[in-house]
């Protein structure tokens, strides 16, 4: 159970304790190499993405795509 009021460094630190506890660590390092930070200036694609679109179209793209799940 997690303790109220932890600071980044004691979660990072409780989450690494938790991944090596059930995954072992050949299994914690898969699960980290899963993720990487990632490149480009997010914002700016967003923008790109979401240029001129109205509330009406994203909603309308959101039930388009939940129905094709």
């Known amino acids: 159970m997690m303790r109220k009021g932890l600071s ?3 979660i990072r630190r409780e ?3 938790a991944l ?3 995954l072992g660590p050949v299994g ?3 699960f980290l190499q899963q993720y990487e930070t990632g ?3 997010y914002t700016e694609e967003r ?3 979401l240029d001129g679109a109205t509330v009406p179209e994203l909603v309308e ?3 388009r795509r939940r129905k094709a799940e």
């Open 28 to 30: 914690t390092i898969r």
């Open 47 to 49: 923008r790109r993405w």
């Open 61 to 63: 793209g959101i039930e």
């Open 20 to 22: 090596l506890d059930r």
């Open 8 to 10: 980044l460094r004691e």
């Open 39 to 41: 490149r480009g200036d």
């Open 15 to 17: 989450g690494l304790a």
